[in-house]
Nanobody, 118 residues
Framework: QVQLVESGGGLVQPGGSIRLSCVASGIASIAAMGWYRQTPGKQREYVAI???????DFRDSVKGRSSISRENGENTVVLQMHRLKPEDTGVYLC?????????????WGQGTQVTVSS
């Protein structure tokens, strides 16, 4: 059974930082892990990704103030964001691309709310 368990959301003041964690289990092989965010009235948008070989990529609006890493035998992905802005508010969803070759697919967590507000 595949499970993605996210943690670390909450209310943060503008300029603050947040650390989001996602633990994946039940997935035979993981090619990439990442984070997306969803806000009301907008399409789900990509935030950051880290591949199996450690390559990372970020959406432009979070570059330079965010990091993404894999931990704990690499079944955990951690997103750290600094200098948070109100427009960073949203439900952050963990995404894992993996499975049993050749049938890789996307798996999604339930999401964790991040609210940036004073």
């Amino acid at each position: 059974q595949v499970q993605l368990v996210e943690s670390g959301g909450g209310l943060v003041q503008p300029g603050g930082s947040i650390r989001l964690s996602c633990v994946a289990s039940g997935i035979a092989s993981i090619a990439a892990m990442g984070w997306y965010r969803q806000t009301p009235g907008k399409q789900r948008e990509y935030v950051a990704i880290i591949t199996r070989d450690g390559r990372t990529d970020f959406r432009d609006s979070v570059k330079g103030r965010s990091s993404i890493s894999r931990e704990n035998g690499e079944n955990t992905v951690v997103l750290q964001m600094h200098r948070l802005k109100p427009e960073d508010t949203g439900v952050y969803l963990c995404n894992v691309y993996g499975g049993k070759l050749p049938n890789y697919e996307d798996y999604w967590g339930q999401g964790t709310q991040v609210t940036v507000s004073s």
